[in-house]
């Protein structure tokens, strides 16, 4: 049974940057695809980036160009997602998930989810 804790929210303020992790359980970060979504308050769940299981970025959704970094650490079996310059506009839930072909909203596997909050 795959299980995945994140950790790494947190409550900053507009430019600051913050670091979320993933930790997995039950198979390696290198036998599954992976990605980090977020959720904001009356609105639906979305992709912000996502990697293969080879270590490959395949999607970044505009709003994370340049501002937001997603990798991985085999040896530590962690995923990450690293942010900077964050917005107001960055405050949601943040979960990750894994699949074993493309992760998306209907992936079988999700952490808890981790609360960023940008205050400006």
């Known amino acids: 049974q795959v299980q995945l804790v994140e950790s790494g929210g947190g409550l900053v303020q507009a430019g600051d940057s913050l670091r979320l992790a993933c930790v997995v359980s039950g198979r390696t970060v290198d036998t599954l695809a992976m990605g980090w979504f977020r959720q904001a308050p009356g609105k639906e769940r979305e992709v912000i980036q996502r990697m293969s299981a080879g270590g490959t970025v395949t999607y970044y959704a505009e709003s994370s160009k340049g501002r937001f970094t997603i990798s991985k650490d085999i040896a530590k079996n962690t995923l990450y997602l690293e942010m900077s310059s964050l917005r107001p506009e960055d405050t949601a839930v943040y979960y990750c998930?894994?699949?074993?072909?493309?992760?998306?909203?209907?992936?079988?596997?999700w952490g808890q989810g981790t609360q960023v909050t940008v205050s400006s």
């Open positions: 998930a894994a699949d074993n072909l493309i992760v998306t909203t209907t992936s079988p596997y």
